[in-house]
């Protein structure tokens, strides 16, 4: 009983708005049909006339509107997700741009079409829908449900975005996201030359003076100071190496991923050590890829190192067909997540950047596995 009390009713307000939905199609459809048909009709009769442009771009503008109210409509009412194309930018100015916008626009025809369509389906959606709200009480639920899932199919078909404004809209977003993690490297490097190998050599320079000063008065403790300066020489040129391996190891130009992520499991401090297993049939990806799976291999081994407590790891590189396939797994606690700002996402966001995948699996108590898919080339890059 308790069960059958919790389960949503048939009757609920979803239920409501589908009718409310149904029953409005009719009044906006024949709106829409004669606001559409009356202007494209006379906008195309006058075509020839400096009249009838303009007027076929001003129907076609209108229909643009009646089909913004479907999709505030069907994510009201229908539960659909379909989302807002990109606003329609003229390339030129003017008026005669805004007119040439409209009437190369795939988004306005398609608005037209569906106010036309709207008319004939809204006045079966609105008889049907009235019919049973007298007299087929019963069955109004599931009558409903399928009238709703017809109208989200006419609504997304029609006047939704498409794929291409989508994946237009994606592609910004994944450059956005790009350029804001070169920017934090960006920053990270400076930062780094700054505070390290810079304020080192500035140290280094100012005792190499004091030595220049000293050699004539105290010889012995000039060579302790050019000593001392030779050690912190060393120890810059270290900093320099570490910070341009951070940027791209030259092991990773030169020789390519398997030696490249070598030298990264090399260095790692896991106590039982990295198994890595590269086999990419003699290939290589291009240089965008490869960068990229370098440094998420890196970055998730050193993730591992710090913070997992795993005692070992392993990573596994392979080509199929045209990807490139990554699988890191370290016997660490588990508990991994891709939590907006962090380091999981940063990667994710450069693995998406170029339509690649990243996948996270790390339940409590481990072990983390980490699956990455990229393409074996982006369209700028070298054949593999």
């Known amino acids: 009983m308790e069960d059958e009390a919790k389960r949503p009713s048939l009757y609920g307000a979803r239920l409501w708005r589908q009718v409310r939905h149904e029953l409005l199609n009719f009044p906006i459809g024949l709106v829409g049909f004669v606001v559409t048909v009356v202007l494209v009709s006379v906008g195309l009769g006058l075509a020839v006339t400096v009249l009838g442009l303009p007027l076929l771009a001003f129907g076609l503008s209108s229909a643009r509107q009646f089909g913004r109210l479907a999709r505030a409509r069907a994510r009201a009412d229908l539960g659909s997700s379909v989302g807002e194309p990109p606003p329609l930018t003229p390339r030129r100015a003017g008026p005669a741009g805004r007119v040439v916008a409209v009437l190369s626009d795939g988004l306005s025809w398609r608005s037209a079409l569906y106010c036309v369509v709207l008319l004939p389906w809204g006045v079966v959606s609105f008889a049907l829908t009235l019919v049973l709200l007298i007299v087929g009480w019963p069955a109004l639920p599931w009558a409903m449900r399928a009238l709703a899932a017809a109208d989200r199919v006419l609504v997304e078909g029609l006047v939704g975005p498409g794929a291409l404004a989508e994946r237009v809209r994606e592609l910004e977003d994944d450059r956005g996201a790009v350029v804001d993690t070169a920017a934090a490297d960006l920053r990270r490097i400076e930062r780094d030359l700054h505070d390290g190998a810079q304020a080192r050599l500035v140290a280094l320079a100012m005792d190499l003076g004091l030595a220049k000063e000293k050699l004539t008065e105290d010889p012995a403790a000039a060579a302790q100071m050019v000593d001392a300066a030779h050690g912190e020489v060393k120890l810059a040129l270290?900093?320099?190496?570490?910070?341009?391996?951070?940027?791209?190891?030259?092991?990773?130009?030169?020789?390519?991923?398997?030696?490249?992520?070598?030298?990264?499991a090399a260095r790692c401090t896991l106590p039982?050590?990295?198994?890595?297993?590269?086999?990419?049939?003699?290939?290589?990806?291009?240089?965008?890829?490869?960068?990229?799976?370098?440094?998420t291999v890196s970055e998730l081994l050193t993730n591992a190192s710090k913070h997992?407590?795993?005692?070992?790891?392993?990573?596994?590189?392979?080509r199929q067909d045209d990807r490139l396939m990554l699988a890191v797994e370290d016997d660490g606690r588990g508990g991994a997540r891709v939590r907006p700002g962090g380091g999981l996402a940063g990667l994710a966001e450069r693995a998406e950047a170029v339509d690649g995948v990243f996948v996270v699996d790390s339940p409590a108590g481990g072990p983390t596995s980490v699956a990455v898919e990229l393409p074996w080339r982006t369209r700028a890059g070298r054949p593999g």
Do not use: C, K
């Open 308 to 318: 997992s407590g795993a005692r070992s790891a392993s990573v596994d590189v392979w």
């Open 238 to 264: 270290q900093e320099l190496r570490d910070l341009a391996r951070g940027i791209h190891p030259a092991v990773l130009t030169d020789r390519g991923l398997d030696a490249a992520l070598s030298s990264v």
């Open 272 to 295: 039982g050590g990295v198994r890595v297993r590269v086999e990419l049939g003699g290939g290589r990806p291009d240089s965008a890829v490869e960068g990229i799976a370098y440094f």
